[in-house]
């Protein structure tokens, strides 16, 4: 699974990393989290909020920190858990 | 189709950014000009100053545009307004905006909207009364001009030729090789159209210093009503050491509605359409201590209901 938080380093977007982080901790999956904070880097995934969150290429998250409950079944849905 | 002229417009607190671009607004009837406007605070001033103007806008408040919280939305700005078929297009960053990552800003438009930008360069105002006593008050003014391609000294009016020459020597050791132009009541001079700005280009692209952290409070009042006008003084008098800037309108005993402009000691005042309401924005030198100092002034001068938000 290819995790990728995106956004170009404001509070919001570290947020994000922690809450994806902690379900990530808690579902017991060892996945590594792509952080993408470079701008143009960003606008070529085709997101303009941020923070955003995409999984295996799919916007799941955009333009706010996910809670925690939220990132949870998002996660366990790719994950097939 | 020919692409659109973008300049960036910057400068420190009160430089005159918003004047400038009227004046430059003015003479361009049957030219389709598109404005991008930034505030620092939630609610918008520059924008009603405006807004009677026949152009596409669109206003990005509540932090700077080179911030990484708003970055993206300038982006999505831009990208909308290459889709508007217009001619030129305008930025007005706030005054604490650091164009350091205009670079970054512009590539990251490109690839939205390729081609369809002519990007003419960053064009700094200088308020050359307050300069001298602004420079040590924040990076935010180095890397202005730092990063500008013309360097317009304005209010040049109001001080003697002994100051403009002393504020031309303190640009110069900032930015060696911008052209630098001045420009007095308003006025600009339009030769900048026809110069290739880019030429001029000093530092390389950095990081902006603008983020969610640093950026100064913003407080805003509401008030109903009508109050005289050496009240009003009174209390602008008051709080002026612990605000970079006020701006708005105020309807004055007498003499109606007014726009209100204070930047360092001056203060400004032009008479202005009716509002719904007197309303003034505050940018704060102290941080949220400044909401006590503006109610106690406000009671000492005033002593009327008013309304004051964050």
Redesign the interface.
Known sequence: MNIKVIGSGCENCDKTNAVVKECLEELGMDTEIERVTDLVEIVKLGVMTAPSVMIDGKLVVAGQVPSKKQMMKILMLFAKL | MSKIKLYFLTGFLGAGKTTILRNLLENMEGTKVGVIQNELGKISIDGTVLQNNDIQMIELNRGSIF???L???F??ALTQMAQKGLEYVFVESSGFGDPSNAE??L??TE??APGAYDFRGCICLVDCYNFLDQIGDSETIDRQLKHCNLAVLTKVDLVGSEQIEQVKDKVREINPVCPITESANGNIDRSFYDMDLMLYKWAECEDTTNS??NKPKTFSMDFTGEIQKEKLEAFLAKIEPDVFRVKGFFKVEKEGWEKVDVVGKKRDYAPYEPQPKSQLVFISKIGIALIREIAAAWEECVGLPMKLNN
């Open positions: 911030c990484s919280c970055r993206l939305s982006v999505d970054e800003i590539a990251a690839v939205m969610s952290k």
